[in-house]
């Protein structure tokens, strides 16, 4: 079913992660990477506080996409495979939560990667 409004909360919530991403560029000297490592700990951070399901029942995909999302379902994976496994499901659960993302993204990058040229910049 349409839902205008879930539509601007999933819009409003990406567009301010992506604000919040570019002002980080344009006022500080942090690099993308760096950006990126920072938006993922904080998925971490807010999933093992209990924020991230409050926020991602509000706004739907505009926080589950980006990599803030990415983060939250390491660190899911991680407290649910700890609960059943151990010690050794902390280690191995983030992985298997987010196994199906990762062969995507290196299927992807393999995919690119055979149809464009790739040259250094000078």
């Known amino acids: 079913m349409f839902d205008p409004i879930m539509y601007l909360k999933v819009f409003a919530i990406g567009g301010l992660v992506c604000l919040i ?3 980080l560029i344009i006022t500080t000297k942090m690099t993308s990477a760096r950006i990126l490592v920072s938006f993922l700990l904080l998925g971490v951070a807010l999933e ?3 924020l991230f399901q409050p926020i991602k029942e509000f706004a739907g995909s505009g926080i589950t996409i980006p990599i803030i999302g990415f983060g939250a379902s390491l660190a899911h994976g991680a ?3 700890g609960n059943t496994m151990g010690l050794l ?3 191995t ?3 298997t939560a987010t196994a199906a993302g990762i062969a995507a993204a290196v299927l992807a990058g393999y ?3 055979l149809i464009f040229n790739s040259k250094t910049k000078k």
């Open 21 to 23: 991403g570019q002002i």
């Open 79 to 81: 407290i649910d495979a």
């Open 93 to 95: 659960g983030g992985l």
């Open 111 to 113: 995919i690119v990667g």
């Open 48 to 50: 093992a506080l209990g």
């Open 89 to 91: 499901g902390v280690f």
